[in-house]
């Protein structure tokens, strides 16, 4: 097996008696104290997550932005300086690479955040494509660290630390500035995984233990605590955001995972733009949906969602919602039983537990909403 | 860090332990097992007066992470069942050996238990 890659803080998460779990190629923390403590105190207070085995990859040249929207499914092209999107990336036949963010620093300068697991195939499927384009791609994960601060108190906690071209209260959602925070400088967005308001800091890999502990200590008085990935999982869950290799992998496409948002067809050419019109224009045969599973266990992803006793689909994720007090799931099921208050069932060990289908998100997102 | 084990229980190597009074074993987990689990939040019911072989599962655990089956640490009738940890299962991880039993069993075979470990023997099989 591969060795396991380790962020510049793992030897902060050993000190605070963090559980270390192998994620996406990293060796990551799970929990520190409780992924429902955790979980609560993001919705509640504020939360620190470490996010530096997330991938950045840059993109230089005078065909950056161009090539970032050749790359992707949403529009980029037109994006002002600071701003952020969300996107699938996908392959010829629309199944995904992966969703990720660009961010637009400036013309000749766009940021991709990828996902760990996805790093070096992203890397790869980013240098294969780039023949045409005046642009430098570069492989920037090891350069970066990253923590994310989420939870409606990260405003009032941050604001006072932060100095940039402009206050971090007038940061919109899905926008970033350079600055310094406790006088590092970081690239910070108002952007996250959790469903709360909150920013996502980067900075040099070797600041940010220093911004790590800084965090922890001034935010004291906001009840900050560090959460792992498993709060990341439930938090990201409730808000039913979506996990790549869990809702969307190779094999899904954007319409039925419900991205269809950040598809723009009108664009002039994309990878993948072809297979996705056909799509569009066919309907989709499945669909993500949300289930309430009141008992028989936590559906699992890749188990079976049965209706009058045939396999019609399959669980992407399911857990306890920490914040809804209840059990639920992301599964694809037909077009057909699709709509809220389907009855379905899914098979979790062996046996078969009833659930109804419910609209997602199972929880609103209050991110965004200021 | 430590895990409690509680002398006068005997134990599992799968992590339950069986609290004997006469004829009846109370079941549980230790606290190794919950704080390997986690946040537990389910716990499937069990029927009242099922008969279980040892070594069979008696119910499945599932934390936020993870399903675990939890073994039946002796032979016999299922003779009570701790609603509240069905309704309730994170009382589990508060208090493994106290509130949180799971299930009585009238024991049928007492020399199962000789298979089991003492709390000092399994105190050192979980030592870290």
Known sequence: ?370 | MGYKVIEGLYYTKNDEWVKVEGDIGTVGITDYAQDKLGDIVYLEDIEKGNKIKAGETLTTIESVKAASDIYAPVSGEVIEVNSEVIKEPSIINKDPYGKGWIAKIKIENPDELKELMKAEEYSNYRKE
């Open chain 1, 1 to 370: 097996m591969e060795e396991l890659k380790r962020t510049p803080l793992y030897e902060e998460h050993k000190k605070l008696g963090a559980k270390m779990v192998p994620f996406g190629g990293w060796e990551m923390p799970i929990q520190y104290t409780s992924i429902i403590e955790e979980h609560l105190n993001v919705r509640s207070n504020v939360g620190v997550f470490d996010v530096s085995h997330m991938g950045e990859i840059e993109l230089h040249g005078k065909d950056a932005l161009s090539f970032a929207d050749y790359l992707v499914t949403n529009s980029v092209k037109k994006m002002k300086n600071g701003r952020v999107k969300y996107t699938p990336m996908c392959y010829p036949d629309g199944g995904e690479v992966d969703d990720l963010f660009v961010y637009k620093i400036k013309d000749d300068f766009v940021l991709l955040v990828v996902n760990a697991s996805n790093y070096e195939k992203d890397l790869d499927w980013i240098l294969q494509h780039k023949e045409g384009f005046d642009v430098d791609v570069q492989g920037k994960s090891f350069d970066y660290g990253e923590i994310a601060v989420q939870g409606p108190k990260a405003e009032a906690f941050l604001k006072d630390y932060f100095e940039g071209e402009i206050p971090l209260t007038e940061l919109k959602y899905f926008h970033s500035e350079y600055g310094t925070l406790f006088g590092k400088k970081v690239l910070i967005s108002r952007t996250g995984y959790t469903g709360e308001d909150g920013f996502e800091v980067y900075s040099d890999s070797k600041d940010i233990v220093y911004l790590w502990q800084t965090v922890l200590d001034k935010g004291k008085p906001f009840h900050i605590m560090p959460a792992g990935l498993g709060a990341r999982d439930t938090l990201r869950f409730e808000v039913a955001y979506w996990l790549y290799g869990d809702e969307i992998d190779e094999t899904t496409n954007p319409f039925e995972a419900g991205q269809g948002f950040a598809v723009k067809l009108k664009k002039e050419k994309f990878i993948g733009k072809e297979a996705l019109a056909k799509i569009k224009e066919e309907g989709i045969k499945r669909k993500l949906v949300g289930l309430e599973v009141p008992h028989g266990g936590i559906p699992r992803h890749g188990m079976k969602v049965l209706k009058n006793g045939q396999e019609v689909g399959y669980i992407t994720s399911g857990n306890f919602c920490p914040s809804l007090n209840k059990i639920c799931a992301m599964a694809y099921v037909p077009v057909e039983y699709s709509e809220a208050g389907t009855d379905v069932e899914v098979e979790i060990r062996n046996r078969k537990a009833n659930a109804k289908v419910v609209n997602l998100p199972f929880l609103e997102p209050r991110a965004g909403k200021k």
